[in-house]
């Protein structure tokens, strides 16, 4: 074996345990949630289920402990979210790349520094205003705080705005085109990598959040699926079949989609992250 | 030409109104609110109260508060190196663009697109002692998470577990971006490829590594859904990161000023490390290559 070929074989084997160690946790999870807990009592962890069942997932979905509610709400919250900071990130990134208003650049420069201000310190705060308002364990609570949309987006769209050639737009106003009709026909078709991008993270993050339904939600009415799937977890502490039949519901939807879109997500992740 | 200007104020101001009230309303009031509970004494229930510095010498000498930060720091410590180096080395693999690279691409940030949370209980499920499947593999019964001394190296590894792909995404991008023509020079000169990694790939990569490091630093400093997920804490504190003790600070034992407290000092440090970074990464000769 050339040393060629002898790196090229260990580049695999390494990759391979890579992919073991990173599936690894699903698959065994998923294969116990098709398991009966009498079979995962007598520690049997690593075997094929006997027999398989669904019964776990027929019970998180239905009866006692539905996660179907959560599920409905997360999906409305990430959809009126996804509308929310696109819409409104799209307009403030057009204004500050390509509308010569009185204060603009001391007002990015704002937001710049805007994007240091870490989740962490906002959440107590957050907390004390949304109940004064009567906000708590309510939709509009829930969404509120980032249906507006994050410096981090407006940063990003804005670098891409600047770079549509500003001969279209001047085309399109000498055809008698205002602004939104420019963003509409223009701006935003121009910019569909980067929109679907920030359009990805924006579902990603939302359906994952936690910190925030956790504290602003209580009872199981507005409750979201990481939420529900938490007090799940503390409820039946030690029901792996159930809990783990949770937690693969959870996930699915997510990874799925992720699967989907994959090449286009993580080339553009990089893109996002950086510069 | 006055009409123009007032044309181009009235609709930049206009575009800019949801984004700038969302930003005012729910980033920049919360952090004025913020500094203001730090100086109370309050409990949701009962009037709040002035407590001037109070809860800052509380956080400065809290025997709970000042393990928080002691363990956030080692958290950081045991997460940050690890994550990075696996991360670049992950990058170096699939750089080599063997057929079937981006299919392991996709299936390395898989962890990373799941919800912390979900992970999180998926792991603990993992490193339970009786059932779970790492003691089933092992052959032991080591009681991971209720250990003092094996919780907060759990928790560390599951958050780098969920990264690596990630971080793996940002160095292959860096990695693109190095001309070609500068490892084949220096190949040519007789380099052997540890040679190149070392002179060429690392010091080219430096922004990238820059970025990963700060940006790593700055999320590890506020893990909080695994922490939830996997231990609440425990056991004793001694998963206490900072993010999960400003959480049972202010809706556990509901002390509102303390736990803002902690979240400004925090944030004071998280904006130093941000700013120094910037200032360091400034400083430093940028290497231009043209192309």
Sequence with gaps: MTRRTAGVVGTYLVLLAGAVLALGPYVLSLLTSLKEPAQLARRATLTWPAPWTGQNYADVLGGQYTLVPALVVTVQVVLVLLVGQLVCSVLAAYAFARVPFPGRRLLFGGYLATMMVPQVVTIVPLYVMFAQAGLRNTFWGIVLPTLFGSPFAVYLLREHFRAVPQDLEDAARLDGCGTLRILRHVVVPLSRPVLATLAVITVVSQWNNFLWPLIITTGPTWQTLTVATANLQSQYNGNWTLVTAATTLAMAPLVVLFLLVNKHVTESISLTGFR | ?291
């Design chain 2, 1 to 291: 030409m006055r009409t123009r200007r007032t044309r181009d104020a009235v609709t930049g101001w206009a575009l800019l109104a949801p984004s700038l009230l969302g930003t005012v309303v729910f980033l920049l009031v919360p952090v004025g609110v913020a500094l203001w509970l730090s100086l109370q004494r309050w409990d949701l229930v009962s009037p709040a109260r002035w407590a001037g510095l109070d809860n800052y010498a509380t956080v400065l000498s809290d025997a709970g508060i000042r393990h928080s930060f002691a363990v956030t720091l080692l958290f950081t410590v045991l997460v940050i190196p690890v994550q990075t180096a696996l991360g670049l080395f992950v990058a170096v693999l699939l750089a080599r663009r063997l057929p079937g690279s981006t299919f392991f691409r996709v299936l390395y940030v898989v962890p990373w697109v799941c919800a912390p949370l979900v992970v999180g209980l998926v792991w603990r499920w993992v490193f339970d002692p009786s059932t779970g499947a790492l003691n089933a593999i092992l052959g032991t019964r080591v009681e991971w998470l209720t250990s003092h001394t094996l919780a907060l190296p759990a928790v560390a590894f599951v958050t780098v577990w969920t990264q690596v792909g990630y971080v793996a995404l940002f160095f292959l991008a860096g990695l693109a971006g190095i001309p070609a023509q500068l490892a084949d020079a220096a190949r040519v000169d007789g380099a052997g490829p540890w040679r190149v990694f070392w002179s060429i790939t690392l010091p080219l990569l430096r922004p990238t590594t820059s970025f990963v490091l700060i940006t790593g630093i700055i999320s590890s400093f506020q893990v909080f859904d695994t922490v939830y997920a996997m231990t609440g804490g425990g056991p004793g504190g001694a998963t206490s990161l900072l993010a999960y003790e400003i959480y049972s600070e202010a809706f556990t034992a509901l002390r509102m000023g303390r736990a803002a407290a902690i979240a400004v000092v925090l944030t004071v440090v998280l904006v130093v490390l941000t700013l120094a970074q910037r200032w360091w990464f400034g400083r430093r000769t940028t290497y231009e290559v043209a192309s």
